[in-house]
């Protein structure tokens, strides 16, 4: 398990064995295990307890979070400073495997024999037993399984991070957990808020006069340091925690400081608290910068944002084999969220899990004419995402797509193609008459994913050509475009969508991240097509 430091209370240290142990209950199991997220769960309930943990049995259950499994493993850890069953399992798999399981391929198996034949602990060890070739000496680990881990290892940085939508997950559990603890506001700033790809810090303001005794003491972190005003934990989950106290006159001063980067608060007057983050702006002479499109340089004043969209052109349901939102539940959510048109873009069949085939598209279509009959404002276009077959062609009969009202393509297999093949098999799709939106462009999944190899000169050049727009995919996982290459996009006459890809109702949030990637690029409102009102939209569509 992870050392603790010699000031750590006994709940801290608890919490720290508590998220090691779910690790490697993850690592032994080739399936989600319920177990490994509810010791993880746990961890978020351990300060309702006594920082020792001298707590009864009886009085533990009563904590939500914590059942009878939990009370053993902590009296068991009070009782002896361990967990025999992190010991058992360390016995069989690394001691970072959570780490090492998100590499392609990685199966239980795999980690067990990289530990026995390879001496593999750490993610420094993988590293080492890849250039050395021990790595290839574990069962079922051949050339292609280590070439498609440095591939996806060289898309970490160096030093402790995660990806945008793990540290979106843990900065919204931290600050749901620690406005109830402190019975205080708190926000979410730094990284997270300005939708970076990777974080490095998980950074709260908590609003108004708290001590920070609590922060300090918590299940969640071990104090690394303590200035006045503001503690930084080293946490279980990868990466630290650092929260800010400020009273409610200097709260915009804090919020504007620890949202960053430095780049862009040497543009601001920090000099005098203030407090709204507008304060702070116009003391400078300036009018508010959207979180993301803070930078050493200030964006246009018509830059795009959420509040811009008309619509959302990627948009999933029940109907495709992951989405989890009826037709009429969608919509009506859209209604609700102030879109004046959107488009139904479910997978289609050639998927790898499957999808809608021809016959399946027009039974949609009537559906689609139904749920518009109970909308007269909304304007519900029927499109599809289609996908892009390994030769360019799209897995949809072209008489097919004739009757869809928008066709969204992408990749979504095939994925390690040379760059000229990749570039001939998008650039192709891309001159269908029908195709008007290519999805999550360069394929990526932050961490998990390279891009494909693709010449993407050559790909906006051909988008610009047949008008058809690049998308600002929202997931956290991909935010692709990036905001670099949404730029050289619109620098080249490429018309672009923010898009959520929403599979559930909760992402439909997700066109803020869409958004955002664009205002990192400092984009205006017209280069983004679904800003548009409906008839110009249309106009475009129809073009």
Same mark, same amino acid.
């Given at each position: 398990m992870t050392e603790p430091s010699g000031n750590a209370n006994t709940r801290q240290e608890f919490a720290r064995a508590l998220w090691d142990l779910a690790d490697l209950t993850r690592a032994d199991s080739s399936r989600r295990s319920f177990r490994a997220t509810a010791y993880r769960n746990a961890i978020w309930s351990l300060d309702d307890l006594d920082p020792g943990l001298e707590t009864t049995a009886e009085e533990a259950m009563q904590v939500p979070g914590i059942g009878a499994g939990i009370v053993r493993l902590i009296q068991e850890f009070r009782d002896t400073g361990s967990l025999s069953d992190y010991e058992r399992l360390h016995s069989r798999y690394p001691a970072e495997s959570g780490r090492i399981r998100k590499l392609p391929r990685v199966t239980p198996a795999i980690l067990r024999e990289l530990k026995e034949v390879a001496g593999v602990e750490t993610w420094s060890d993988l590293e080492i037993a890849i250039d050395s070739g021990d790595a290839l000496l574990a069962k079922g680990v051949g050339p292609a399984t280590l070439e498609r881990w440095v591939a996806v290892s060289s898309l970490w940085p160096n030093g402790p991070a995660l990806p945008a939508h793990e540290s979106w997950v843990l900065a919204r559990t931290a600050r749901s957990h620690f406005e109830r603890i402190l019975r205080a506001p708190v926000t979410v700033t730094g990284e997270v808020r300005r939708v970076t790809e990777w974080a490095h810090t998980i950074t709260l303001v908590v609003a108004g006069e708290v001590s920070a005794d609590l922060l300090q003491s918590s299940a969640i972190g071990i104090p690394e340091s303590v200035d006045e005003g503001s503690v930084r934990l080293d946490t279980p989950f990868g990466i630290p925690m650092e929260a800010r106290m400020a009273p409610e006159n200097e709260l915009g001063t804090a919020l504007v400081s620890t949202t960053g980067p430095e780049a862009h608060l040497r543009l601001l007057d920090l000099s005098t608290a203030a407090p709204t983050e507008q304060t702070v702006y116009e003391a400078s002479g300036l009018n508010w910068v959207a979180p993301p499109a803070r930078a050493g340089r200030l964006p246009p004043d018509d830059l795009i944002g959420v509040d811009h969209m008309r619509g959302d052109l990627h948009l999933h349901t029940d109907s495709s084999p992951d989405g989890r939102i009826t037709l009429d539940e969608l919509v009506a959510a859209l209604v609700d969220?102030?879109?004046?048109?959107?488009?139904?873009?479910?997978?289609?069949?050639?998927?790898?899990?499957?999808?809608?085939?021809?016959?399946?598209?027009?039974?949609?279509?009537?559906?689609?004419?139904?749920?518009?009959?109970?909308?007269?404002?909304?304007?519900?276009?029927?499109?599809?995402?289609?996908?892009?077959?390994?030769?360019?062609?799209?897995?949809?009969?072209?008489?097919?797509?004739?009757?869809?009202?928008?066709?969204?393509?992408?990749?979504?297999?095939?994925?390690?193609?040379?760059?000229?093949?990749?570039?001939?098999?998008?650039?192709?799709?891309?001159?269908?008459?029908?195709?008007?939106?290519?999805?999550?462009?360069?394929?990526?999944?932050?961490?998990?994913?390279?891009? #494909?190899?693709?010449?993407?000169?050559?790909?906006?050049?051909?988008?610009?050509?047949?008008?058809?727009?690049?998308?600002?995919?929202?997931?956290?996982?991909?935010?692709? #475009?990036?905001?670099?290459?949404?730029?050289? =996009?619109?620098?080249?006459?490429?018309?672009?969508?923010?898009?959520?890809? =929403?599979?559930?109702?909760?992402?439909? =949030?997700?066109?803020?991240?869409? !958004?955002?990637?664009?205002? =990192?690029?400092? #984009?205006?409102?017209?280069?983004? !097509?679904?800003?548009?009102?409906?008839?110009?939209?249309?106009?475009? #569509?129809?073009?």
């Open positions: 969220m102030g879109y004046s048109y959107a488009a139904v873009t479910d997978h289609t069949a050639g998927l790898r899990f499957g999808g809608l085939d021809g016959e399946a598209l027009m039974a949609q279509k009537r559906e689609i004419e139904r749920v518009q009959e109970v909308y007269p404002e909304f304007h519900l276009l029927h499109g599809a995402e289609i996908n892009i077959e390994p030769d360019g062609t799209l897995d949809i009969e072209d008489e097919v797509l004739d009757e869809l009202d928008i066709v969204v393509a992408g990749v979504h297999s095939s994925f390690d193609l040379s760059e000229e093949e990749q570039t001939r098999r998008v650039t192709s799709a891309l001159a269908h008459p029908r195709v008007r939106v290519l999805s999550h462009p360069t394929g990526r999944r932050i961490g998990l994913r390279p891009p #494909l190899r693709l010449d993407m000169a050559a790909v906006m050049d051909i988008a610009a050509t047949h008008s058809v727009a690049l998308e600002a995919n929202g997931h956290r996982d991909r935010l692709d #475009l990036n905001a670099d290459l949404a730029k050289q =996009a619109f620098d080249r006459g490429v018309v672009l969508a923010a898009n959520s890809d =929403a599979h559930r109702p909760a992402e439909l =949030a997700n066109m803020r991240n869409a !958004v955002a990637s664009l205002q =990192a690029g400092h #984009l205006p409102v017209d280069a983004v !097509v679904n800003a548009r009102e409906y008839e110009e939209f249309l106009t475009w #569509l129809r073009g």
